[in-house]
């Protein structure tokens, strides 16, 4: 049974950084992406940061690309967001995913696991 468990979310001021962390328990890392998604209130879910577990590909969003970078630790089994230059319409709870390929990597629909999520709040 897959288990993904987020921490390292928080507080910040506007320009800080946070890095999230995700252990993950019961994956198989093969065929999989492993990817963040966000969500504001009252806004939609949005995928920010995805990696293909086999050979570290990555994609992200226009709205974080350059100021969040993901990353893997397999040996750890664990997963990372890297936050940079935060800004306050990144408020939101992060989740951390599980997708099995062909799923498109930033689309909730192909998501088989939710992590319970981490909340981050910038302030201006």
């Known amino acids: 049974r897959v288990q993904l468990v987020e921490s390292g979310g928080g507080s910040v001021q506007g320009g800080g950084s946070l890095r999230l962390s995700c252990a993950a328990s019961?994956?198989?890392?093969?065929?999989?992406?492993m990817a963040w998604f966000r969500q504001a209130p009252g806004k939609e879910r949005e995928g920010v940061a995805a990696?293909?577990?086999?050979?570290?590909?990555?994609s992200y969003s226009d709205s974080v690309k350059g100021r969040f970078t993901i990353s893997q630790d397999t040996a750890k089994n664990t997963l990372y967001l890297q936050m940079g230059s935060l800004k306050p319409e990144d408020t939101a709870m992060y989740y951390c995913?599980?997708?099995?390929?062909?799923?498109?990597?930033?689309?909730?629909?192909?998501?088989?696991?939710w992590g319970q999520g981490t909340q981050v709040t910038v302030s201006s």
């Open positions: 019961g994956v198989t890392y093969s065929l999989m992406y």
């Open positions: 990696i293909y577990t086999d050979n570290a590909w990555t």
């Open positions: 995913t599980l997708a099995p390929a062909p799923a498109q990597p930033l689309v909730a629909a192909g998501v088989t696991s």
